[in-house]
Every structure is written in structure tokens, then in C-alpha cells.
């Protein structure tokens, strides 16, 4: 096939699309479908519609030789004009808000809607960079247990920005992410002499503790989902203590001061208070065990150019951090940061990988993973 040839070619790797002589995007097969498509919740020929509107803009440039901050823009506004809806700017009395885990007021409205759902509004504190969900009928918080975790939402969430779609049927990914995951701890840290023995906040179904048993480690999964425990069960075998986070010293008070490795893996955002969250965890670590947070970033790339329809901007994400943020909530604990990343992936087609570094090393990623010691 003449590579000139515009249009959409497929290959055994991956899809890319060609205009003006030049391949102007390139994705492999599974970031496209399970990064792109999956995150955006779009179709493959609305992802690709959205794409060619993106590189084949009226601009004299062409979009592969355009600068980074051009293509950032012209990506903008062709999510822009695909939006159904957009909430504009929004009245809200912040008086009504809350405040953040510090004590810090909300000065800043971060999104109007969640993908359009204007029944949901985002504000929060723009210097600590943290935010949290708010009904917009009432401006009065919104509490963790609006969310109801039971097997629908690891599997088929009936309700659009909500769950974890497929979450139970993509054993072989997720598996596949958990131990990259435990790579990324155990090559930025100690946990431990011995780091032997891990608790995983929010286990669900189990696949970052599989991980850990097949690294050696003694594991507990802590979970308030019944569905989510009998599933761990049935995939592997792996027992799991009922209960939140809040019961955690009545319930296991053999594990205070024991566990090496705590994780908390894409769960404090769905939680009303980390500062009380880190602080009960905090009791059960080992004198030189770690506290490891995954969630995602507020101050993103993706946040900057997707706005409402940034994909982490979900109905049972309730608070919203960033390293910085993260940083405070830890301090105000007694904890140290001994490691930070944050990474970004959804937009590498457009961008490149290059850029893709730069904002891992600018803190602008869109999944944050902290660690944190005594």
C-alpha cells in the first residue's frame, strides 16, 4: 500500500491515519480500544471521526509538523465542537461548599458539569489544587454513599461516567496493570526488611493482590463491596475483610503496626475524608513500611484540553487531588513523600511519547502514584 495514500490504514500492530502525505496519528491496537476509546467512552468511528477533525484542520500547517502547544489547541477545540452540551459558567455559592481536608475554602469552579451531567458541579481550592463534587441544585457536598458499589458497577454500570465498565471480564489487562504496578513500588521504595506483608485499600475483585501473592507477599484486601469480596473469592481463592476504612482498627486490630506495604489504589478519590483515611492507615504501618497512593491528577494535560469532559471527572469521584495537594494531605499526617509520578498516555497519538515525558517530569500527568513514609 502507497503509504502517501490518504485515509485510515490498519495493520497487525496498531491504526493510523495519513493527510497531506504524511502520517499525522498512530495507535497500537490496545491503547486505542482500551486507552482512547475505552476512556473517552466513544465508538471507534466516532474516535476516528474526532481524529481527522483534529490533524486535517484548515491550517496551512500540517498538524505532524505543527508546534505542541498548536496541536494542543486545535485538539481543544475539536473536543470542544464535539461536545453535545457544555454548562458554561455556573452560579454557585461557595459559602455552601465545604471546605478542603485543610481547611482551605473553594475559590474556583474546576467544572461545571461531569461530561455534560449539569446536575454535578467541581470547585475547589486553586492554590492547594484540590477539589471535590458538589450537587448543583443544593452546592452541599456529595457524600460517598451516593455511590452503591455492587456488581453492576464493576461490570455494566447502568448510568453514563460511573463504574468500571468490564472491570470483572478484563482479567488479563488488569492483571497485567496490578503487577506493573507492584514493579513501580518495589523499584522506588523499601517496604520493609522483609517486605513481606501488604494491605489493598479497596481490594475489589482482587487483582492487585494477586499480584502481590505471585511477588511472595502475605496479603490483605480490605472492601466494602460484598459483591466485589464473593468475586475475589471465586477468581482466586483470596479471603477478604468486610468492612470500610473507618472499621479497620475494630476489625483487624492484629494488623496495627504490621503491615509493610499499604495501597490505596484509585480509591481516595471515591472517599468523604482522606485526611481521617491516612491517618487510620497510618496506624498500621510497620516502622518502615509505605503508604501508596494511585488517583488521578486535577492539574492534568487532560484536564487542560478535555475541561468537564476530562474522563477522571466521574459521579462516584468525589474529591479530586494532585501532587500538590497529595503533598499537604500527607504532611498534615506526619508522612514524607519519598516518591511522585505522574503519567499520561490518552493523547500520545496526537502528541507523542516526547511529550508524553514532558508532562510525566512537569507533574501534569493524568494518574498521579505517591509513596509515602513514616
Not at 177 to 192: D, M
Request: hydrophobic content about 35%; glycine content about 8%.
Amino acid at each position: 500500500m502507497d503509504s502517501k495514500q490518504g485515509g485510515w490504514h490498519e495493520t497487525s500492530a496498531g491504526t493510523y491515519y495519513v493527510h497531506a502525505g504524511a502520517v499525522q496519528f498512530y495507535d497500537d491496537w490496545d491503547h486505542w480500544r482500551n486507552g482512547f476509546c475505552r476512556l473517552l467512552e466513544i465508538s471507534e468511528p466516532d474516535a476516528k471521526r474526532l481524529i481527522q477533525e483534529i490533524v486535517t484542520t484548515d491550517s496551512q500547517d500540517s498538524f505532524k509538523n505543527s508546534s505542541t502547544a498548536d496541536k494542543i489547541d486545535r485538539t481543544k477545540q475539536a473536543f470542544r465542537n464535539n461536545r453535545s452540551k457544555d454548562s458554561g459558567k455556573r452560579s454557585v455559592d461557595f459559602s455552601k461548599c465545604g471546605m478542603a481536608f485543610d481547611g482551605s475554602p473553594p475559590d474556583m469552579v474546576f467544572a461545571g458539569s461531569i461530561s455534560g451531567n449539569q446536575e454535578r458541579i467541581i470547585v475547589g481550592n486553586s492554590d492547594l489544587q484540590y477539589a471535590w463534587q458538589v450537587d448543583a441544585a443544593t452546592n452541599r457536598l456529595v457524600r460517598a454513599d451516593s455511590v452503591n458499589y455492587d456488581e453492576l458497577y464493576f461490570q455494566d454500570p447502568q448510568q453514563p461516567h460511573l463504574g468500571m465498565r468490564n472491570y470483572i471480564t478484563d482479567q488479563d489487562w488488569r492483571l497485567e496493570k496490578a503487577r506493573r504496578q507492584l514493579r513501580i513500588v518495589l523499584a522506588n521504595c523499601s517496604p520493609g526488611d522483609d517486605k513481606n506483608t501488604a494491605l489493598d485499600v479497596g481490594s475489589a475483585v482482587g487483582y492487585f493482590r494477586k499480584a502481590l501473592a505471585e511477588s511472595a507477599f502475605t496479603h490483605y484486601g480490605l472492601e466494602q463491596s460484598s459483591d466485589a469480596i464473593k468475586i475475589c473469592e471465586s477468581k482466586f481463592g483470596f479471603e477478604t475483610i468486610f468492612g470500610e476504612i473507618a472499621d479497620l482498627p475494630a476489625i483487624a486490630p492484629q494488623l496495627l503496626g504490621k503491615i509493610d506495604l499499604i495501597t490505596l489504589w484509585d480509591v481516595i478519590e471515591h472517599l468523604d475524608d482522606g485526611l481521617i483515611t491516612v491517618n487510620i492507615l497510618k496506624q498500621f504501618l510497620s516502622a518502615t513500611g509505605v503508604l501508596v497512593i494511585r488517583t488521578p491528577n486535577l492539574v492534568s494535560l487532560e484536564y487542560d484540553i478535555l475541561g468537564d469532559y476530562y474522563y477522571s471527572f466521574k459521579l462516584d469521584h468525589i474529591k479530586y487531588y494532585s501532587p500538590r495537594s497529595l503533598d499537604a494531605l500527607a504532611k498534615l499526617c506526619g508522612l514524607r513523600r519519598i516518591y511522585v509520578e505522574t503519567t499520561s498516555h490518552i493523547f500520545k497519538g496526537l502528541l507523542g511519547i516526547d511529550y508524553m515525558h514532558q508532562c510525566m517530569l512537569d507533574g501534569k500527568g493524568a494518574d498521579i502514584i505517591a509513596i509515602y513514609a513514616r
